[in-house]
């Protein structure tokens, strides 16, 4: 396994539209296994394939406690086939949005299909927290970060402190 390097905004990677995936093959599998690792040194809860630089469409995802036993996720090819008219308002972070959190719209219930890990099709329903990771990380797959939900000048503002904070990284 292998820790892989997330890439943070403002990287154009992340504005990508990311690829079906015609087979999950065991090099899709050891893809899977390398960002579940990534995701859990992180830490997060989601990591899609485009944030390590991989455009295909590919998410994992754990919502597992840290009590709990791990429960991965892994969701290739998802597609949203009901979302709910009716919108909850909740913060959201990311992985390469890091240390920024803010609030994001999104419908409260979403159903979600998708191959697993051994590329079975499966469907979901999901609610909460697992539906807004899930509705956050499908966005990745469309080149979408959820500072784009926000107003342009809050996103601009966040973008801003993002180069200057990594500026500073370099030079230090
Ligand atoms: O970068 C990502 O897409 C992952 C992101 C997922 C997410 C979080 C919150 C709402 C929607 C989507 C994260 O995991 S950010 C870090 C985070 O939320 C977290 C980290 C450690 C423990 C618990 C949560
Ligand atoms: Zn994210």
Redo the contacts with the bound molecule.
Sequence with gaps: MALLP?LTAPDPRLKTVSQLVTQVTDETRQLMDDMLET?YA???????AI?VGVPQRIIV?DLAG?DEEPAPLYLVNPEKTQASPETVL????????PEF?ED?ERPITATITYLDYQGQKQSLNTEG?LA??I???MD?LEGVL?IDHLSRLKRSIILKKLIKSRKLQSTS
Excluded: D, K, N
């Design positions: 997330i995701m992180a830490p997060g809860i989601g990591l899609a944030q995802m840290q909740h913060e959201e972070g990311c992985l390469s949005v959190y994001v927290l807004r990771c509705q956050h990380e990745h959820f």
